[in-house]
């Protein structure tokens, strides 16, 4: 039984692997989740990054001249899945894009063995920017601490930090998690008080505890971390005890339409940082319209292809392909793989000419990134719902770039010391 | 240390009587779904001897079921009907599928049963419905939305209307129930066949027409927490993992007992949004709600082993 | 044919209690063990080894540690998962603190802490039975979890909350973390999987296992005869809580290279308690073969429609597996409620009288 079993999973294995090795594209596989508590958040993030890549099959037949095969693996932000569907892409992938931190920290070490680099714009461990230690993870254009600073200071920008008690709502989970170290040292510097509130897995859409704690704590502001059903819960219970929603700031996670669409006009002036706007008129639009939407081959539908997610999954599949077009032009091939797609992730430089070129005017800022870094530091806007839509309500904030760079090397650092023997990269200087 | 245990969060209750109201207020309305929940197990478990673990889905399936027709068209309270309808489809392939070949097994194959069950219908249901959060239809429903605010104490007191509803719906279902168990020859039937299954079938009654019922019952049970969790939180799929709440709400109350579910449910829903807010937030770091239901159950069992309210455990060899 | 006993006399009791009356099955064991020690690591690709071979393994441990309690002496247990995480945290506690231990030994010492932890969530399993005992058990799953999130001590202070398995060497040879090969964490966990087995089978079969086998079966008619139930139970629960922290440890260290707390949660102890009963409740064959089916077919599943040609978006294919899951758990739990290795057994009487049925 055991035997014949095996035998016969292997035999299927292999002969699947057989059939589909000889394809003239290049493999970029997304390992998604449209599925389990954090599908609500994911899928239009999921169905934009598809839809751009189809675009720009549909339209330039690829990229470079050869298609791009765009493949979905779920994993259902289950941590186990998503190894399990590294495992299944890796032999013949360009990238991998985890799509959550656990999934990125658990991946991450294999990268260096397998050479394989992890794109992971805007999410992943924040000290992944540091390329010397990190040198096949990308999480362009912007990382959590940057996140944290640019809200920090819109903060001390409206009201100033100094003297402030800041709730800090953030999902019990490696991603939850990442900002803490750069806001505990904030805290100690700028002289504000960091209440630390973590939401479990199971009470995400039960936060009745949470909120009471923060009525009890009376904060100036809440901060929230947080990402599948906890954010909608989040926010009816933020409505519900009336905390003032202009003092409530999510991450650019956290600024999903569909969640505040629950509350409508009593959600008005909640508050989300984010380094992707939806520029509904910009030229890209119309063209996913036009190659992908109305041929029917979009799973969107034109409501969420409104909102900030969708928009986003837009440039996060931008990212991809610009890194993919610097190899090209670079290696001058175009069936590039992983190791050239490494050195073009690293050479990204998506200025306002590039962004205008690609109809993308005003959907991210521009951002650079470089051997020794890996973010590139984009900046954000800070968004406000308005009742209806999200709009931006400041111009384009920076993050605190030396501040995060200390902490990213020393952090990247602990993190090599704690895995050693791990490779660096020592081109970098 | 000792007196930031026994000392500092007595102090805390008294100095913010208005606060602990609103405590006592938030346990109680979860107290008030987690009883529903546990209702739902017990009606079956007494009359089938089956722990069905599938409750909490059903909860969620109940609940998405009426959300979807209601988008796909169809008014408010129809669409109410036709879930009616769909749980009692269920009810029935549930008992025609899984339950009668399966008649005479081991509890534990039976309870393996209904987490299978739990499994397809988690599957089937994001097939049909997607796993996106979704907005129970409250407004439509007639359920009203705003919030009423008292000040006792020169405090601030917020009361949702919603979770009033709930309540009072709440209460209404298990009154109904109770009568309907106590005083209709169907319910008197339920009752026999939980006493005793051979006794219970020699005197003509049916035991697949019992189990549909009972099942069906549970799946309006399942709507009407459905409606009411979901009008706090939307409804989605992470909802599943409120079924594990019920479970030390039936260690506590004892698997057979209806008042035990209503008591412990209500009783579980209080205590732990006191240990947290209290004990839970400033001196563990938050989150105790996870454990604290199943501990404070386990330590009452281990000085009564059927529960508070559950029937003497007679062993014979 | 293949299976006749004709001409295997005995002539002793020794002999007919022997492990492997019938000499075929000696043969079948020496060909399954054949395969998994030389064959299937020959040739087994990566993939194979990280999905299937791998996790199989590791899985068929934990259902096993989960059998002994559960099949062999009657104790439902919840808590799986949480205990897996006890010796993954453990293991990983004493390699970060004793980085000169041998990571073998660590894995093995790993499962002394879960017996520990086991059995003092053990100790109200004389007092309570059945269902209560089973949502007791509970009680230890959510508050190890909890505390494997607030404890900020047992992953050593990290940032985001989740241990990371370091690069680990034995001889020279790279056996857990990044650095190793799965060739050689596939022979690691077939060594401690083999051994554990070898302990189990030879456990259950003797004044151990016949004590829990009494103690389930009816506890008050065990006390009668002279068992000692606190002991019967509770060393139930520390062989078991032991052979699960084993099987965490190896999880985490040569399959996963990282976890968080929530890896822990129940899903997990689920997803072995389905591996327990499909394969067979009291059987030790059974958690292997449930493993298979449990662990081999999703991955299986994954891949059918791509070989098929369909175009299925990748959501719906999980969507798919959940629901084929359940269902198979309910038609196998119909077919044969006493698990896989019942089906063997009755297979094996088949064939050993065919092709002369009576």
Redesign the interface.
Known sequence: MRMTAKLLAAAVVAAVAGSTASAESIYAPNLSYRTGPFAATGIPLMNGQKDYIDMLNARDGGIGGVTVDFDECETGYSTEKGVECYEKTKGKAIVTQPWSTGITLQVLPKTNVDEIPILAPGYGFSPMADGKVFKWAFNAPSSYWDGASMILQYIDSQDGLKGKKIAFLHLDHPFGKEPLPFLEKKAAEQGFELVPIPVGLKEMQNQSAQWLQIRRERPDYVVMWGWGAMNAGAITEAVKTKFPMDHFIGVWWSGHDADLDLVGEEGKGYKSISWSFPELDAPVMADIKKYVVDPGNSQSNEKEMQGVFYGRGLVISMILAEGIKAAQDHFGTAAIDATQLRWGLENLDVTEERLAELGMTGMVPPFKTSCSDHTGHSGGWMLEWDGAKFVKVSDLLKPETDAIAALEVEKAKEYADANAPWPMNDDCN | MLSEIFVEPFADMVA?PD?LM??LW?GL??GILYALIALGFVLIYRSSRI?NFAQGIMVVFAALTLVGLHEAGVPAWVSVVLTLGVMFVLAVVVER??LR??VG?????L???T??????????G??IF????K?MITQELGIPTD?VVFEPFGGLL?L?QKDITAAGIAALLVIGLLLFLNKTRMGRAIRALGDDHQAAMSVGISLQTIWVLVWFIAGIIALVTGIA?GA???V????E??A?KA??V??LGG?ESISGAIVGGLMIGMLE?LF??YW??PL????????FA??L??VV??FR???LFGER?I??? | MFYRTAGQFKTSYSADQALFPVRQDAVLLIVILAFAWIIFPLTASEFTFQTLLIPILIYSLAALGLNILTGYAGQLSLGTGAFMGVGAYACYKMVTLMPWMNPIVAILLSGVFSAGIGVVFGIPSLRIKGFYLAIATLAAQFFLVWLFEKWAWLYNYNASGAIQVPNLDMFGVYVAGPQATSFTQYYVVLAIVSLLTWVCINLTRGRPGRTWKATRDMDIAAELIGIDLMRSKLTAFAVSSYIVGVAGALFVFMWRGAAEPNLFDIPLSFRILFIAIIGGLGSVLGNYLGAILIVGLPVVLGIVPEALGLEITSATVEHLNVMIVGGLIIFFLIIEPHGLAQLWRLIREKLIIWPFPH
């Open positions: 913010a606060f609103q405590v938030e309305v979860s722990f599928v899984v070949p399966l097994q081991p509890d534990i194959i309870f393996m049963a987490i299978g069950i739990t499994l397809f219908l988690i599957g089937f994001e097939i997607g796993g996106e959060n907005v919030s917020i949702e969790w706090r939180a939307g989605s799929f992470a909802l993992v409120i594990y479970l030390p039936l260690m698997l949004k947290e807010i839970g937030q563990l770091g938050g989150n105790t709600e996870t454990w199943f501990m159950a386990l069992l281990l082993p059927q529960g455990i062993e014979r060899v």
